[in-house]
């Protein structure tokens, strides 16, 4: 099992910005595949950022070119940096990491490809 646990959120003013990280356990295996999702209340998850361990990098189109992912292999941690935060940003964000044994989706991903999760840490963008 791997356990994931979100750091960083909070309140901020549209235009601002916001570093949220999650840390992950060890494992058997190296992690490769890991993402990070969303949900706002009423609404489904959604991908929002992916990346390797090689560090190839996936964007869902709303957030491109304001929000960064990035991970630290060695603290085992990842990382998503947001910028330009906007109202509609405000969600609960969660950490997830997709099973070493299986393959990466393509792109950021559906929920489902994702095998572990965290807790989720909230997100809100005030205008």
């Known amino acids: 099992q791997v356990q994931l646990q979100e750091s960083g959120g909070g309140s901020v003013q549209a235009g601002g910005s916001l570093r949220v990280s999650c840390l992950y356990s060890?494992?058997?295996?190296?992690?490769?595949?890991m993402g990070w999702f969303r949900q706002a209340p009423g609404k489904v998850r959604e991908g929002v950022a992916a990346?390797?361990?090689?560090?190839?990098?996936s964007y869902a189109a709303s957030v491109k070119g304001r929000f960064t992912i990035s991970r630290d292999n060695d603290k085992r941690t990842l990382y998503l940096q947001m910028n330009s935060l906007e109202p509609e940003d405000t969600a609960m964000y969660y950490c997830?990491?997709?099973?070493?044994?299986?393959?990466?989706?393509?792109?950021?991903?559906?929920?489902?490809?994702?095998?572990?999760w965290g807790r989720g840490t909230q997100v809100t963008v005030s205008s």
């Open positions: 997830a990491a997709v099973d070493p044994v299986l393959s990466c989706p393509r792109g950021v991903g559906l929920r489902h490809n994702y095998n572990y």
């Open positions: 060890e494992y058997t295996y190296e992690i490769d595949c």
């Open positions: 990346i390797t361990h090689d560090g190839t990098t």
